[in-house]
């Protein structure tokens, strides 16, 4: 960690950036301006020349509309780098974008949010993309860790917090107390696998092909894991599998409710599973102070009130969720010091994983 002086010099030549590196979206935080960057995680390439075409929200539209040459990839599967050199180029991009609006003549300092059950390989990944792509320093904390951080909980203190990360790949489900993770769980139930289920419904029910922006539109229109007041219902467009022709189809909010049923009880028995392995205390600090849900997963409708009717426990949205571990990573950058315990200095220091 840098003396004070060091310190000193380096806020007055340098950047801090904060980077979530999602599956679905990337946030990135700058230190004194805030939340600067939400972009697709989606890069496009041209295959004849190996060159990045475009980055973020320009490559999510070329998807589905790019001549056979181009192709847009998502370089994070299921939050970890599938596509090193693609993963450089988008991180390079989005410091590149980020620094331009505060110039400054040093290499940025970054910290980088990842899931909770990567390996280290991956962090060590992460790291060499972000170092690559003209990082000064780089510190690596988990995405819960970082949500916490977020949202203001006390995860210095000697007191149990407990947080459910549902993000776009993968959900992270972490007990935290003093500055470290107690127990977690990573699992691969989150936006997308969410779109895949209703995508396979409406294809097996209904005998219609539809892609995965039409199911995110629908899951976030009428998706909802308990019956409301009144009945939702949208009209959907997709291909019939059986002319081939283009076909018009209403659902419900209980059709969505049966394509996602299984999924959301193997997110449900995940959280129980945490719990179950948590020491006693943090428990009792957990029941006190109540479980928090972050990411896009956590505006699922009625998802609060399914799990406080299983845990028998306060179940809290996160104000903002989408941007919980972003704002993290951001006040992580305010006081290195403070937050020591939170980031994973090497390779190794993964205890809770041990």
Known sequence: MATPL???????????????????????????????INEPSVVAVNQKTGQVVAVGSSAKAMLG????????????????ISDFEVTEEMIAYLVKKAESQSKKFLGPRVVVGVPSGITNVEIRAVRDATRNAGAREVYIVEEPMAGAIGIRLPVNDPVGSMVVDIGGGTTDVAVISLGGIVRSKNLKIAGDKLNTDIITYIRSEFKILIGE?????????????????????????????????????????????????????????????????????????????????????????????????V????????????????????????????????????????????
């Not at 009792?284 to 109540?290: C, P, S, T």
């Open 213 to 309: 922006k039409t199911a995110e539109a629908v899951k976030i229109a009428i998706g909802s894991v308990l019956p409301g007041e009144e009945p939702l219902e949208t009209a959907i467009r997709g291909r019939d599998l059986i002319t081939g022709l283009p076909r018009e189809v209403v659902i419900t909010d209980s059709d969505i409710r049966e394509a996602i049923t299984q999924s959301i009880d193997n997110l449900v028995e995940s959280v129980k599973e945490v719990l179950e392995t948590t020491p006693p205390e943090i428990i009792a600090d957990v029941m006190r102070n109540g479980v928090y849900l972050l990411g896009g997963g956590a505006l699922i409708k009625g998802l609060d009130r399914l799990l406080h009717d």
């Open 6 to 36: 060091k310190e000193k010099i380096y806020r007055m030549f340098s950047n801090d950036i904060g980077i979530d590196l999602g599956t679905a979206n990337t946030l990135v935080y700058l230190r004194g301006k805030g939340i600067v």
């Open 65 to 80: 509309r790019t001549p056979a040459h181009i192709i847009a990839v998502r370089p994070l599967v299921d939050g970890v």
């Open 311 to 354: 845990l028998k426990m306060p179940v809290y949205v996160a104000e903002d969720p989408l941007t919980a571990i972003a704002r993290g990573t951001g006040i992580i950058l305010e006081d290195l010091e403070k937050y020591q315990e939170a980031l994973i200095q090497n390779e190794d220091e993964l205890p809770h994983k041990k």
